[in-house]
């Protein structure tokens, strides 16, 4: 079975600030790892997510998150937040065991960001 | 709007009530998926339906709760005798089944905005 830590659950920051939200996991097998974010008073909605090759990957509004297997680690970055990107954002891992498993995914508790002006 | 829709979006019940949420997911998905969350948790595997048929259900998901999705569209999600812990977030979300060459949507789910569940 598999299991998501969020490090933090509040982060403030000021508006241009970098920031960093930090999730590790564990699994006895290979996984798939996500982040997801929750705007207020909306769904959640893919963020970014980590399958297979570069352990690098971004989304199309600048955050990105690093797979790192020896820490097993996958930390969510931004070098210069809005206002806008105040939201809720969850850590999610499944396992990498076919088709069955796409779907069912373990999420951490989340972490509220707040960016101040 | 062609996202995923529950409902209600809000159920006040007292302990001991049925109650019934729906789900009506993005019509060419077929994957469906109930979560749960409750209150500063991230959101828990409840059940998942590929097309008519339910193939996984949570060891969190009691003989109390039961899920359909009796034509592969939109599915019911029903507790019976309801207890005060089962308040939460009820979350529904539907995907492709992962996609092709050109698109990879394995794990990428979409959530609807959620059904929350106070019992009394």
């Known amino acids: 079975a598999q299991s998501v830590t969020q490090l933090d659950s509040q982060v403030p920051v000021f508006e241009e600030a970098p920031v960093e939200l930090r999730c590790n996991y564990s699994s006895s097998v290979s996984v798939y790892l996500f982040w997801y974010v929750q705007y207020p008073n909306q769904g959640l909605q893919l963020l970014l997510k980590?399958?297979?090759?570069?352990?690098l990957v971004k989304s199309i509004n600048g955050f990105e998150a690093e797979f790192n297997k020896s820490q097993t680690s996958f930390h969510l970055r931004k070098p210069s937040v809005h206002i806008s990107d105040t939201a809720e954002y969850f850590c999610a891992v499944s396992e990498d065991a076919g088709g069955t498993s796409y779907g069912k995914l373990t999420f951490g508790q989340g972490t509220i960001l707040t960016v101040h002006p | 709007d062609t996202g995923v829709s529950q409902d209600p979006r809000h159920k006040i019940t007292k302990r001991g009530q049925n109650v019934t949420f729906r789900c009506d997911p993005i019509?060419?998905?077929?994957?469906l998926y109930w979560y749960r969350q409750t209150l500063g948790q991230g959101p828990e595997f409840l059940t998942y339906?590929?097309?008519?048929?339910?193939?996984?259900k949570s060891r969190l998901l009691s003989d109390r709760f039961s899920a359909e999705r009796p034509k592969g569209s939109f599915s019911t999600l029903e507790i019976q005798r309801t207890e005060q812990g089962d308040s939460a977030m009820y979350l529904c979300a539907s995907s492709f089944l992962w996609g092709g060459p050109s698109f990879d949507y394995r794990g990428e789910l979409f959530f609807g905005e959620g059904s929350r569940l106070t019992v009394l």
């Open positions: 980590y399958l297979s090759g570069s352990t």
């Open positions: 019509s060419e998905h077929n994957r």
């Open positions: 339906f590929q097309n008519e048929a339910q193939l996984e």
